[in-house]
């Protein structure tokens, strides 16, 4: 037995009474006894599923029975139950402000634009009045930087904190040769406003973190995520699902690239595709896998697409669909993303409500962490110790775990190769007691290798800290460094 | 039709300049007759929403039970809710649209450079996919 209170517009169907008591045990029984006794009430409150409206909450006196026993909530005499909406809403990009009309120069600039009846003067206007924030100015950030520059996008913040290195050029098209060394947001900057200089550039050197996210965020319209890696992509995510603004997101992979927006109203987000990233180490990052070096251009202008008619508002965005680009096939598929009702950050029962630690979400080391550089750990031996064993003509094995490919690269001659992959099948042709030193490119892979032979009972195993890249830097500089 | 009186309504049009470049949200109490609204007391409520309130807002369940308490108390009616759009039209969003409910009025203010440009009121339906325009004077 308790008493439920009826909202205004709901008495129309309770006999014009504000309050009716109904009998029952549990705040279950009640709702269904309220609305046997009024049938009418039950379209109200009850979808065709007869499961509660997504807008009503019920209140036992001053709780929420979600955070009670839900319809098992006990309503003793003397409760009083409450019928409560959920309300929220808000404003979506705003319309531009005059002042953002277009000049004579920018009238003759931009009329290939103003001659497409979808663009026109009021579509160039919403351009110049957007703000857009590229995460990112390298493989991705490079393509988006220069269009969204030449397209006419009023304000483009760009957040970047890297410098220009030698491996970058095959890709990252917005860096020159004569760039190297400098940093990638004052290069990135220098292009675009040199294609556009009504361009308001505003330049966020740092990386992006928890602490300074949402900060950043805040005054741009959308996001475009230029990142390669997963703390950052779950930050850029959580960031934007929590200001409402949508992230318009790719990745690239060898010869395969991805594309989507997330975060925009009732759409997808990073977390309902992906709600846990993957083991650290199972996905290689394009420095340790390789990238075609078109493939960031393809997927860059992708977004690029979508974040421009996203501010004019035409066409259909890539919203709840993954596109999925494979250069080597040359072939593009869709597969469809649903919303996660379930999703931490974004569902209906969020449990994530602020940004959390992303390094340790994706369970890598903080950048801010001291870096491991100076102390050799047990298992690992210096590439000037491995080089004075050879030297030495002391007994022990090298071997290689990188792919033949990369051997064709550079190599140090004494060692013998197996790829990591055939590790556990070649583990027969090696000395369970022989000292045996492992290397790859950097020490990720070979760190691998070694935890597999000391598994297999192998004694004496250490994995060559630093790689062959430390081998060129401290042992012999003609290997050149990939 | 949804008739705002003139006491409310500086409270709503203060309370929407006051809290721009954000939204402002609250509560209106009044009576409702045949679908005639009449709004006596407007009541500014917290906008909750955790993040940038510039283009969002979001309201407390319990302060929507408080505001209804607080109209039975005055022998009143809860009969709508208010919020802002700054510099933005009074449409009905999707966003509005997907977190409404068809219990009660929506009133909606245009708030342009910090100044009160003009308002709408919305009925949204129970699916969440339609909002009717209301008939409003003040």
Request: charged content about 25%; glycine content about 8%; hydrophobic content about 40%.
């Amino acid at each position: 037995m308790a008493k439920v209170l009826i909202p205004t517009p709901l008495r129309q169907f309770t006999a014009k009474q504000d309050a009716v008591t109904v009998p029952g045990g549990t705040v279950g029984e009640v709702l269904s006894a309220l609305t046997s006794q009024y049938p009418d009430l039950r379209k109200q409150i009850f979808n065709d599923e007869g499961k509660l409206r997504s807008f009503v909450n019920v209140y036992l006196n001053d709780e929420d029975i979600r955070y009670l026993s839900k319809d098992g909530t006990a309503a003793k005499e003397g409760d009083t139950i409450s019928l409560v909406p959920s309300i929220a809403g808000g404003s979506t990009i705003a319309a531009p402000p005059s002042e953002e009309a277009l000049t004579k120069d920018e009238i003759l600039r931009y009329s290939r634009h103003l001659i497409i009846p979808e663009v026109g003067m009021e579509g160039q206007q919403k351009l110049k009045a957007a703000k857009v924030l590229l995460v990112g100015a390298g493989g991705l950030g490079a393509p988006l930087g220069l269009y969204l520059a030449a397209a006419g996008i009023g304000k483009i913040g760009i957040v970047d904190f890297d410098v220009v290195d030698f491996t970058n050029l095959q890709r990252q098209v917005i860096h020159s040769t004569a760039d190297v060394g400098r940093k990638k947001i004052d290069s990135a900057a220098e292009k675009m406003q040199g294609i556009n200089p009504s361009l308001k550039i505003v330049k966020h050197e740092t990386a992006l973190s928890s602490e300074n996210a949402l900060g950043i965020l805040k005054d741009y319209d959308l996001v475009v995520d230029g990142t390669d890696n997963f703390p950052t992509r779950y930050l850029v995510n959580d960031a934007c699902v929590l200001l409402g603004k949508p992230n318009v997101y790719g990745s690239i992979f060898r010869f395969e690239g991805q594309a989507t927006i997330f975060a925009t109203e009732g759409g997808p987000c990073y977390r309902c595709l992906y709600p846990e990233p993957p083991p650290p180490g199972l996905v290689p990052s394009c420095a340790e896998g390789g990238v075609l070096g078109i493939l960031p251009g393809t997927i860059g202008l992708i977004q690029a697409t979508e974040t421009v008619k996203l501010i004019l508002g035409i066409g259909d965005p890539l919203i709840g669909r993954l596109l999925l680009y494979d250069a080597l096939g040359m072939k593009f598929r869709e597969l469809k993303l649903r919303k996660n009702p379930e999703c931490p950050v974004c569902g209906e029962h969020r449990t994530i409500t602020k940004l959390i630690d992303y390094h340790q979400f994706c369970g890598v080391p903080s950048p801010s962490a001291p870096a491991q550089e100076t102390a050799v750990n047990e298992g690992e031996i210096e590439v000037t110790e491995v080089k004075a064993k050879l030297d030495r003509g002391d007994q022990f094995v090298l071997i290689d775990v990188r792919e033949p490919h990369e051997y064709k690269i550079c190599n140090i001659p004494a060692a013998k190769l197996i790829p990591l992959g055939e590790v556990p099948q070649r583990l027969h042709e090696l000395d369970k007691d022989a000292d045996i030193v492992i290397h790859c490119k950097s020490g990720m892979r070979s760190a691998k290798a070694c935890g597999i032979l000391k598994q297999a009972g192998f004694q004496h195993v250490r994995n060559m800290k630093g790689g062959i890249l430390a081998w060129s830097d401290k042992v012999d500089p003609s290997v050149p460094k990939y | 039709m949804i008739r705002i009186e003139p006491e409310p309504w500086k409270v709503m049009v203060s309370h929407a300049r006051k809290t721009y470049p954000n939204e402002c949200c609250g509560a209106m109490l009044g009576s409702s007759l045949d679908g005639e609204k009449l709004v006596s007391v407007a009541i500014p409520l917290e906008n909750a929403f955790a993040g940038a309130q510039a283009q969002r807002y979001e309201l407390r369940p319990e302060d929507l039970l408080a505001a209804d308490k607080a109209a039975r108390e005055r022998r009143m009616d809860l009969i709508g809710i208010y919020h802002s759009h700054p510099d933005c039209d009074a449409y009905f969003s999707k966003t509005d649209l997907q977190n409404s409910c068809p219990w009660y009025s929506f009133v909606v203010l245009s708030i342009q450079k910090g100044e009160f440009h003009h308002a709408n009121s919305w009925l949204p339906n129970f699916e969440q996919t339609e909002a009717a325009k209301e008939e409003l004077s003040y």
